[in-house]
């Protein structure tokens, strides 16, 4: 059974940092596909980015909203999934999740191609 907690959200004031952290157990597997989604309540779940891992080959993919602001990473040896999130804006304010795809041949970022997922952390950026 997959299970996924997440950690490291917190408040900051724009322009700050923070990095996200994902503990992974029971998904251990030469594929995989993992991903970093954020949700409001005025909005639907948004992707923000995704990890996909072939054997030893790794593939990155990041929203436009995130795209040379935020890192996604993983430490195999700590099963644990990383989003690093520079130059904090109040529109990345939201609740992020970690999630596991169904399967690791169909990576992206919507929602629905992912079956589990972590509680949410809460990120709130301030101006």
């Known amino acids: 059974q997959v299970q996924l907690v997440e950690s490291g959200g917190g408040s900051v004031q724009a322009g700050g940092s923070l990095r996200l952290s994902c503990a992974v157990s029971?998904?251990?597997?030469?594929?995989?596909?993992m991903g970093w989604f954020r949700q409001t309540p005025e909005k639907e779940r948004e992707g923000v980015a995704y990890?996909?891992?072939?054997?030893?080959?790794?593939?990155?993919y990041y929203a436009d909203s995130v795209k040379g602001r935020f890192t996604i990473s993983r430490d195999n040896a700590k099963n644990t999934l990383y989003l690093q999130m520079n130059d904090l804006t109040p529109e990345d304010s939201a609740t992020y999740y970690c999630?596991?795809?169904?399967?690791?041949?169909?990576?992206?970022?919507?929602?629905?191609?992912?079956?589990?997922w972590g509680q949410g952390t809460q990120v709130t950026v301030s101006s």
């Open positions: 990890l996909k891992t072939v054997f030893i080959l790794t593939n990155t």
């Open positions: 029971g998904y251990t597997y030469s594929r995989t596909c």
């Open positions: 999630a596991t795809a169904r399967s690791w041949d169909k990576c992206n970022l919507d929602s629905s191609q992912y079956s589990n």
